[in-house]
């Protein structure tokens, strides 16, 4: 038992250090235009997807330190207040995907949507008070309508991306069984 934990512990870090590795390039995706990026999210589906596969420890840590470390390795997000707010969104994301995926009733599509809708709702919200802080801190205020562009109305491609690639990502994964749902509430179908 010991052995299968140790096993697990490690398969889940190499697949965290895969996760932060995607996050770090996946923007490259975006040509480096800040637009672009700030609508499709690039960094957000490795850090949701680490979240709901190894966990929200994982999720957390990786969601945590990948704008801070894209920052250092390649100057983008700006640090302040873009990549500080970042830092604490993507954590958020992380840790609410993985543990509201792990504390869902069953592992299924729909019990998918829910965690993703909730960690994508509860990552804005620690987003919009990051960037009140950090801002009312440099002396510049946060306005309402600002977090509703940021958070929903320039995001919505991204949103979209997230809600159609994730579930269909974790839906491939379930098929090559690589990553099984838990298919306990429908007893025509037996877990493998």
């Not at 996946?26 to 609508?39: A, E, K, N, R, V």
């Not at 995907?97 to 919200?125: E, N, Q, T």
């Not at 600002?146 to 579930?167: E, M």
């Amino acid at each position: 038992m010991e052995n299968k934990n140790q096993n697990s512990r490690v398969q889940n870090l190499a697949l965290a250090a895969m996760f932060m590795a995607i996050g770090l390039v996946l923007p490259f995706l975006t040509g480096q235009i800040p637009q672009i990026g700030s609508m499709l999210l690039p960094m957000h589906l490795p850090v949701l997807l680490c979240g709901l596969i190894c966990g929200w420890q994982y999720g957390g840590l990786v969601g945590f330190v990948l704008p801070l470390l894209r920052y250092l390795l390649f100057g983008m997000p700006p640090i302040y207040p873009t990549g500080a707010a970042m830092a604490f969104e993507l954590a958020a994301y992380g840790i609410l995907a993985g543990w509201l995926y792990a504390h869902s009733r069953w592992k299924c599509v729909k019990a998918l949507y829910v965690c993703l809708i909730g960690a994508m709702l509860g990552g804005r919200l620690v987003w919009g008070l990051a960037e009140v802080l950090l801002l009312g801190l440099g002396g510049s205020a946060f306005t309402w309508a600002a977090f509703l562009a940021g958070a929903f109305t320039n995001a919505i491609p991204g949103i979209i991306l997230q809600l159609v690639f994730i579930p269909a990502f974790m839906v491939a994964l379930d098929r090559t069984g690589l990553r099984r749902f838990s298919h306990a509430h429908n007893p025509a179908k037996k877990e493998s």
